[in-house]
């Protein structure tokens, strides 16, 4: 495996020297085992501080994938089931019309209230009480149940709530004792601790422009949330609990997440089991856009993409870049992180030398 873990770093390496990527991570499991666990580059080009296997990179929607994985654990323990109405934990999320959606629907991106609420601003993101009683003002686009679209931050709030209802946790609370402590993981964060502010990498999106805004259906990601490097560049940003997009993570928390859902999972831990893992996986749309597959919570495979050919492969990626997924066909797992937005980033090389490496099939 050393031979694996030197080829991939050059990879990084070479990405970084050819401005392709400024600070980046890569961590893959096989089998139950960590084969490859590399970095470069700078975290913060300001002060030349450098990545390292501990740095913290904001991952944007990655952060859904443990999300979801959180929400399973909570299934399995009997705190509610997929069918289960939102409103019996969470009473005002009934108003204007949602009163049968279910937690299947919130997880498949099928409840119908992908939109932002018109009626908050960039400093209420900090307030989860504002940013809840927000969305259960709001109305359906269509009836619940009958078209798929990418919940890309309401996700986390209609989740995250009733996850917080079921438990007394708060999310940020929840995602540590559910998916992290189980595995010795304490790197998969939505809403930063401030002391660990030194240890996150500084993003920069030098190409970006404000997109025409939606003609068909109101804003899924508010304008004044954008750009949304700079929001994850401000202590406010890293702080406040938006668990669709705001989680501050490694390569290494990722990684071992998902390598903990692949069956036989690490060091004897499965987070979920595999029947488990077989029913949160099963696909329930190909969304908007059509190459989009998802399952309950996590996309998956079989599309063309990262995660390879197989439909059984899931995970999820974030704005800017990150992903991070599970093969558990072939015991794979492997996660990615970066601060520097542009195209053409070191991810599928490393993904296709891991998986020459390794031996497994596309």
């Not at 996850?163 to 609370?173: D, F, H, K, L």
């Not at 190409?207 to 929001?231: I, Y």
């Not at 195209?343 to 030398?353: C, F, R, S």
Request: include cysteine; charge should be negative; aromatic fraction near 8%.
């Amino acid at each position: 495996m050393q031979q694996l873990q030197s080829t991939v770093q050059s990879l990084l390496d070479r990405a970084v020297a050819e401005g392709r990527e400024r600070g980046v991570q890569v961590t893959a499991y096989f089998r139950g085992q960590c084969v490859v666990d590399v970095w470069s580059g700078v975290a913060d080009p300001a002060t030349g501080r450098p990545v390292d296997g501990d740095t913290l990179f904001p991952v944007f929607s990655t952060t859904k994938g443990i999300l979801a994985t959180a929400m399973h654990r909570l299934v399995d323990r009997g705190a509610f089931d997929y069918d289960t109405p939102i409103a019996e934990l969470w009473p005002a999320f009934a108003a204007n019309g949602k009163a049968e959606i279910t937690m299947r629907q919130a997880l498949s991106h099928t409840s119908g209230i992908p939109h932002m609420p018109s009626d908050v601003g960039l400093a209420d993101l900090g307030n989860w009480d504002t940013m809840c009683a927000a969305v259960a003002r709001l109305q359906p686009l269509w009836p619940p149940g009958t078209r798929a679209c990418y919940h890309a931050v309401t996700f986390g709030w209609i989740l995250g709530e009733v996850a917080r209802r079921a438990t007394g946790y708060s999310v940020t609370r929840l995602l540590h004792e559910e998916c992290g402590a189980p595995i010795g993981v304490h790197d998969l964060h939505a809403g930063l601790p401030p002391s660990e502010d030194g240890r996150v990498a500084v993003l920069d999106e030098p190409g970006w422009t404000r997109g025409a805004p939606p003609t068909d259906m109101p804003p899924t990601v508010a304008d004044w949330m954008q750009p949304l490097a700079d929001w994850m560049n401000t202590p406010a940003g890293r702080r406040s609990c938006v668990p669709a997009s705001s989680g501050v993570m490694s390569a290494r928390a990722l990684a071992r997440h998902y390598a903990a859902l692949v069956p036989g999972g690490v060091d004897g831990v499965e987070l979920l089991l595999p029947d488990r893992v077989r029913l949160a996986t099963a696909p329930h749309f190909i969304g908007e856009p059509p190459q989009m597959r998802m399952s309950l919570g996590y996309g998956l495979g079989g599309n063309g993409g990262s995660q390879g050919s197989r439909i059984t492969s899931f995970g999820h990626g974030g704005y800017g870049g990150s992903m991070a997924f599970a093969d558990p066909e072939v015991g794979f797992a492997f996660a990615y992180t970066r601060n520097l937005y542009v195209p053409n980033g070191v991810l599928q090389e490393a993904i296709d030398a891991l998986r020459v490496g390794l031996g497994i099939p596309a």
